[in-house]
């Protein structure tokens, strides 16, 4: 099975580790807008498929960001030192932890919401239409976010495959990622209808949006690891930092708030075994 997509996969896009990075970047982002646009057939998911499908999509990020990334970065890109790797993981979570501050302050900015670390408690700031343009953005500002180390993590992997063994892993990784992303792109779809916004046209835009960070994240990933190969390791582990960061203080949390944490701990589960059998079997 490996080889044989392996090749297939070569016949189609050729060798060039930065193409192929493209070609991986638009798949994820392609599979996205699948997600974001089962809401125009699955009109009213409950909570509990969502929590199920968003605690799926966390057990893949954090199986692959282990055998895709992690292991393969101290194991065959750094001779067995893990300092590098560990190195880059440490920088991926504070990547993410301070990006991640933006969310919240644009949340203060566009709908004017009290801020409680304010001088003065009654102090606020003016809103622009919250009713509508407030959720679009801080949709947009968290989804962009969490994709940033998917698309970082496609094109690294592509960047560091060597031979048919190697690409293997990153067409694993690849279809992982892709695989996460549906739960992912309806989950923000349905977010976004609840908020009142037109079903059809926000659904296209997500996956759109989403297309347009983890496409050029891949190419950046693959040029990055192409020109600078020392630094493959640090690479491998700050994409894995930063999935790491977003399954723990995002998608975990969020799936254990009404109550349906059995299932999105099974859907964990059931994740993390997807990632494995495709890590074996492509890997």
């Known amino acids: 099975m490996q080889a044989g997509l392996a090749e297939l996969f070569v016949r189609i896009v050729g060798t060039d580790p930065v193409v192929q990075g493209l070609a991986g970047g638009v798949v994820i982002a392609t599979m996205n807008l699948v997600g974001a646009s089962l809401v125009l057939v699955w009109r009213n ?48 979570v504070l990547f993410l932890d301070r990006a991640d501050g933006l969310v919240p302050h644009a949340h203060y900015l566009l709908t004017g919401e009290r801020r409680t670390d304010a001088a003065d408690p009654s102090e606020t700031v003016p809103g622009i239409n919250p009713d509508k343009l407030a959720p679009v953005v801080l949709f947009v500002l968290a989804i962009t976010l969490h994709n940033m180390p998917e698309g970082l993590a496609v094109g690294v992997g592509f960047g560091a495959a060597d031979g048919m063994e190697g690409l293997g892993t990153a067409l694993a990784l690849m279809v992982a990622i892709g695989i996460q992303n549906i739960p992912e792109g309806l989950a923000v779809s349905v977010a976004a ?91």
Do not use: C
């Open 45 to 92: 998911p409950s909570e509990r498929a969502l929590d199920g499908a968003l605690g799926f999509a966390a057990g893949v990020m954090l199986a692959a960001a282990f055998t895709s990334l992690i292991i393969p970065g101290i194991e065959q890109y750094s001779g067995g030192d893990p300092l590098p790797t560990l190195f880059g993981v440490v920088l991926g």
């Open 193 to 283: 209808v609840n908020a009142g916004l037109d079903r059809k046209s926000y659904a296209l835009f997500a996956g759109a949006r989403a297309g347009a960070v983890e496409i050029p994240l891949a190419v950046l990933g693959a040029v990055a690891v192409q020109l600078v190969r020392p630094l493959l390791p640090y690479a491998m582990g700050f994409a894995a930092g930063a999935m790491l960061f977003v399954i723990s203080d995002e998608i975990v949390p969020e799936t254990h708030t009404s109550g349906n944490e059995r299932v999105a701990t099974l859907g964990t589960m059931a994740g993390v075994v997807v990632m494995l059998y495709l890590d074996v079997s492509l890997g």
